[in-house]
């Protein structure tokens, strides 16, 4: 059985909701399931994957390679953004 993980506390998400922070998602044009934080907290766009990590102390938002080229997350990352730098573009 995979690991699934428990919906972020609003602290977790900078003080968002976990609802706000999906519409936040959809309304910035990315793709994602129906169970975005079980399954990792990841979600695409423009062929690549974005992991949005809220369970470290820093909120940061991992933009993956092409998502073709794409083997694994600890392989495929081509840089890693602060949420608050990622808020603002």
Same mark, same amino acid.
């Given at each position: 059985?995979?690991?699934?993980? $428990?919906?972020?506390?609003?602290?977790?998400? *900078? /003080?968002? *909701?976990? *609802?706000?922070?999906? @519409?936040?998602?959809?309304?910035? /044009?990315?793709?994602?399931?129906?169970?975005?934080?079980? !399954? /990792? +907290?990841?979600?695409?766009?423009? /062929?690549?994957?974005?992991?949005?990590?809220? !369970? @470290?102390? =820093?909120?940061?938002? #991992?933009? *993956?390679?092409?998502? $073709? =080229?794409? #083997?694994?997350?600890?392989? +495929?990352?081509?840089? @890693?953004?602060?949420?608050?730098? !990622?808020? =603002?573009?």
């Amino acid at each position: 059985m995979k690991y699934r993980a $428990k919906k972020p506390r609003r602290n977790q998400l *900078s /003080g968002m *909701s976990p *609802s706000q922070f999906k @519409t936040l998602l959809k309304r910035r /044009g990315y793709k994602l399931n129906r169970d975005f934080f079980k !399954w /990792g +907290s990841v979600a695409y766009k423009n /062929g690549r994957a974005y992991r949005f990590r809220y !369970w @470290t102390p =820093e909120f940061f938002v #991992d933009v *993956s390679c092409p998502v $073709k =080229e794409f #083997d694994r997350w600890a392989n +495929s990352v081509d840089k @890693t953004i602060n949420f608050v730098n !990622w808020i =603002e573009q």
